[in-house]
């Protein structure tokens, strides 16, 4: 019998270098995780609409991908335009 696994809609985000950098993030850890845009646009720059996008990932493994994410903030490889949800 195949095991139910949850996530959660841990960190938020609007910035698209970010997401590439938190796909690769979480691509590097072996991570399942699914990234979601929704929204109605957050700025309009340029002609450009930056859209809400939303990183869920394995509930047993929230805790380990905030760890990543904050390095990364702290680092200053991820902007701190983003937000965690969980």
């Given at each position: 019998m195949a095991n139910r696994i949850?996530?959660?809609?841990?960190y938020?985000?609007?910035?698209?270098?970010?997401?590439?950098?938190?796909?690769?993030?979480?691509d590097g850890q072996n991570i399942c995780y699914s990234i979601r845009t929704f929204g109605a646009?957050?700025?309009?720059?340029?002609?450009?609409?930056?859209?809400e996008r939303l990183v869920s990932v394995e509930q047993e493994k929230a805790e380990n991908v905030r760890k990543i994410i904050n390095e990364a903030i702290r680092s200053g490889m991820l902007s701190k335009e983003g937000?965690?949800?969980y």
């Open positions: 949850s996530f959660v809609d841990l938020s985000f609007y910035n698209d270098m970010d997401g590439t950098l938190i796909t690769s993030m979480m646009p957050h700025i309009k720059a340029d002609s450009i609409e930056y859209r937000k965690f949800r």
